[in-house]
């Protein structure tokens, strides 16, 4: 019996890590005509991922909780920060990914890495290189990823490429609209009115080691800001006890506007201040507007290393 090699997505798993555990499953066992690739994700899938499964007839992934003594490939991500426990006695044979490179390993591995708004992206290019049939539920799983990854197109991460692809990706399935569909996907995503503060924090949420400590980054992206002006207090609160309890030096968390194109943050900090800074902005009770902002990796994840990361 040929060993599992499980294609696994990072913490909080967002759309692009399930979609592309699921696809790049699907496309490894078409190209070598096997049943040994399989998808898997760290946890519980978002209301938005559980839609689009839905919709395109896909199941979940198993939840796989320990690496150890494994084979794994990491998909839309490369951090051990941001990856599943006993990754480190684990036995990594490949990346895929869409973001900085990251990452130590003491074996040479394959490592396909592209500067392009999704790893589903990546995914979609591979299937038309490799002449792999994309049948529409498959299309339609990763055309909602790169929608979604890239909001809508909005994004400062989404290139040409994701926008051919996105168009490429809608004509075999039932999607006549794209856009539409994207604005019912992010609906789906913002409703937050179920969530615990925590919840919230967490439902799209990276780790990363600066030198001055542990930063944990999450965003919110959502057509309605106003849905979070009640609940900002009790959100800060939520951050601050999860500050003390995990040992982190910041927690941001940023609410996104895919409408207006900018972003609310709420910070928790050893040194705010210096936060703001790194922002480029002052911070008034732990909160300020920046228009403009939308990306975490393109944008905000930088600004926050060139102070604290050097």
Same mark, same amino acid.
């Given at each position: ?7 696994? =997505? ?75 426990? =006993? ?5 990594? +044979? ?87 569909? =994207? ?78 194109? =900018? ?43 060139? +102070?604290?990361?050097?």
């Amino acid at each position: 019996m040929l060993q599992k090699i499980y294609i696994i =997505g990072h913490k909080s798993p967002d759309l692009d890590s399930v979609a592309a555990a699921v696809s790049y499953a699907d496309f490894k066992n078409k190209q070598e005509n096997t049943d040994a690739y399989v998808p898997a994700t760290t946890e519980d899938i978002n209301q938005v991922t559980k839609f689009v499964l839905d919709k395109f007839n896909f199941q979940a992934p198993e939840i796989l909780k320990d690496a150890e003594n494994k084979k794994i490939i990491l998909v839309d991500h490369n951090e051990f920060s941001q990856t599943l426990e =006993g990754v480190d006695k684990a036995e990594i +044979v490949e990346i895929l990914d869409h973001h900085k490179l990251n990452f130590k390993y003491d074996q040479p591995i394959v490592v396909n890495i592209k500067p392009w708004g999704a790893t589903c992206s990546i995914l979609a290019q591979m299937y038309f290189d490799n002449n792999i049939d994309i049948d529409k539920n498959l299309a339609g799983l990763m055309l909602s990823a790169i929608l979604d990854d890239t909001l809508i197109t909005k994004s400062p991460t989404c290139t040409g490429k994701d926008k051919e692809l996105i168009e490429k990706l809608a004509r075999p399935t039932d999607v006549s609209d794209w856009q539409a569909y =994207g604005f019912e996907m992010f609906k789906i995503k913002s409703s937050v009115k179920d969530f615990t503060d925590l919840e919230i924090i967490k439902n799209d949420f990276k780790d990363f080691d600066f030198k001055a400590g542990k930063f944990g980054i999450g965003q919110v992206e959502t057509v309605d800001l106003s849905e979070f002006d009640a609940r900002e207090q009790d959100l800060l609160e939520a951050m601050r006890k999860m500050q003390s309890q995990e040992n982190y030096h910041s927690i941001i968390l940023f609410l996104t506007d895919i409408i207006n194109e =900018g972003s609310r943050f709420l910070v928790i900090s050893n040194n705010a201040e210096k936060v703001g800074e790194a922002l480029g902005q002052k911070l008034e009770n732990n909160k300020t507007y920046i228009p403009g902002i939308m990306s975490r990796k393109k944008q905000v994840v930088p600004l926050i290393a060139k +102070v604290f990361d050097k």
